[in-house]
């Protein structure tokens, strides 16, 4: 017998896009791997395989306003640099930092 979630996937992709903050721009592709049996991980969270990179700085305002931020960062100088700085409450910015510990922490709020 097939689970509801075996029934979608014959209807749709197996890859989808995820819409994050509607308006600043940020879609990201999500693909399905594998179905388990639900009945075993009712209780269990979504976890994060793997993954790559800083990811979204909250309330940044979309993708342009994150290059200007990496810009910035990368400068280490100027009005822009001072005030993503200040903001954000660090003196550098690694955006190929991934941490996956985190992210799964992150996911149990």
């Known amino acids: 017998m097939l689970s509801l979630a075996s029934c979608m996937i014959f209807m749709f992709d197996v890859n989808a896009s ?23 991980y009712e209780e269990a969270s979504p976890l994060v395989l793997d993954g790559a990179g800083l990811g979204i700085i909250e309330d940044i305002g979309g993708v342009g306003a994150m290059s200007d931020c990496v810009k910035a960062f990368e400068k280490k ?26 992210a799964n922490k992150s996911l149990e709020k």
């Open 18 to 40: 995820h819409i994050y903050d509607f308006g600043d721009g940020w879609t990201f592709p999500i693909r399905l791997e594998e179905i388990i049996d639900d009945k075993v």
């Open 77 to 102: 100088a100027g009005d822009d640099y001072e005030s993503y700085s200040e903001w954000l409450g660090i003196k550098n910015l690694d955006i190929t930092y991934f941490n996956k510990n985190a």
